[in-house]
DNA sequence: TTTCCCAATTGATCTAGATCAATTATTGGG
DNA sequence: CCCAATAATTGATCTAGATCAATTGGGAAA
């Protein structure tokens, strides 16, 4: 099946779904996402060009390889599976996304998006509009920074991914991958010992280059040695130390 | 032994090594390189805050990890390694690259380099100071994109090689290792067909995710199936279809 | 030129993780 | 609530590529 926009289901606009327009200044991933070290007069002028998009459902794309490059995105709540299709239709995933994580950077140079972005779960988001953001960019040097370092974070996310990815076994992958969660849940305010697992198997096999029954296997493995619980999606540490023990300098 | 900016030689200063003073302006790689697209005028600022550092040895190092982070390194002439060290010591690579290529944006978020570069073979390049880049950016919107441009090249560059990494066979990673540098080579006005490899075999097995005797291995049966000719650095590509073929959808 | 030292190649064997196969949850649609 | 489709687990086997081992080749120093 080939996807299209058309074919992703926007939620509708009913009430219940009606987000209260929030807005940069009060909004409770302000230190870590965009307006992060920017002052109260800046975070007004970046609410007014911040698009706050009403949620989507589970399921739905956020944009799609070709799409005209218009806006990066940000994440408020829920998760986003970024993706490929490689020359045979085999989905490769990219990287997972949550809240206060911006994505879209790959884009900017194509001028169109060139992967898949979806919601894993009820998403909401605010849509940045990248051309307005590059004039507040050279208005506001602090704004300029904070692009850069976002930039800047993603290719730094990615160095980590390619070291994961080429040189470590399934255990460290696994131990790397749960530890990497932890620690963006914990930013976030949550426990970083027990979370949600938004993804698949599949998907975190996928991402991590390894089999589902690989991961499953591990899974066990580590149920087994006490170094988690992991019951249907939720996962719960029981020994941080032997899991970041595994993960060597990374994470 | 722990490498240290001291133990490793500067190439001394000597007249028949001291490049003449090279501008943007009438630099060659200017169509690939940070001034491509930009305007005469606009070159001309960039000129006066990059500076055309003498050129340094093989094996002398641009940066190491936890330097300060003062300046992106553009490659004028020859070609840099860019690895870490992982717990065990152990070299991981990230990347090659060559000229027109500008390295060090992963600097940027942590102030400090986190990666060490180290010239291949005898290495002219240029020092772009970020705090003067990020002004001239403010000032000039082109350059800001193109600097925006080129943050996000890198990204995409990375994603194609977490791609490669994880789904790959050896066989493809090395066909997609070798048409990479073809093409990257051609667009510098060079042979796409026959080049010199400035890395050795470790070094690609390190980079691709493989052991040498895999690459060594790889480079017998492609030259058994008159893929190409590979005598010791000197590489020559005799059927690029099927080199192509083997990449899939990347390169 | 000879010697030393790595880099590269080639062969033999081993193993982590893939693949194939079967079974047992789960989930979502009607 | 039921059923069909899908996700997850577990077991058995296979294999790409790692590892171990030996040999060859080439370049730099004297």
Redo the contacts between chains.
């Keep these: 099946m080939t996807i299209t926009k058309e074919n992703t289901k926007e939620i509708a606009g009913r009430s219940i779904f009606r987000s209260p327009r929030v807005s940069c200044v009060t909004c409770s991933l302000s230190e870590l996402c965009l307006p992060r070290g920017l002052k109260k007069e800046n975070l007004d002028k970046l609410d007014y060009i911040i698009k706050n998009s009403p949620p989507i459902a589970k399921g739905n794309h956020l944009y799609l390889p070709g799409d005209d490059f218009k806006s990066l995105f940000a994440i408020r709540t829920g998760s986003v599976k970024v993706y490929?299709l490689?020359?045979n239709g085999?989905e490769?995933i990219?990287g997972f996304y949550f809240p206060g994580e911006v994505i879209g950077?790959?884009?900017?140079?194509?001028e169109k998006y060139?992967?898949y972005a979806i919601a894993l779960e009820t998403l909401s988001y605010c849509k940045l509009p990248f051309e307005k953001m590059?004039l507040i960019?050279?208005?506001i040097?602090e704004f300029?920074?904070q692009?850069?370092?976002?930039?800047?974070?993603?290719?730094?996310t990615?160095?980590d991914?390619?070291?994961t990815?080429?040189?470590r076994t399934a255990d460290e992958k696994l131990a790397i991958f749960i530890m990497s969660l932890s620690n963006r849940f914990a930013k976030l305010g949550y426990s970083s010992t027990v979370f949600n697992l938004p993804m698949s198997r599949q998907e975190i096999g996928n991402y991590?280059?390894l089999a589902v029954e690989t991961v499953s296997r591990v899974f066990t493995k580590f149920k087994r040695t006490e170094l988690l619980d992991v019951d249907k999606k939720i996962l719960s540490i029981k020994d941080k130390d032997a899991l970041h023990a595994l993960c060597?300098?990374n994470k």
Tied chains: 1, 2.
């Design positions: 490929v490689d020359k085999e490769q990219i950077f790959d884009a900017i140079n194509k060139i992967c590059s960019c050279a208005e040097p300029q920074d692009m850069f370092r976002l930039l800047s974070d993603e290719i730094s990615e160095h991914l390619i070291l990815l080429s040189k991590l280059g060597g300098y």
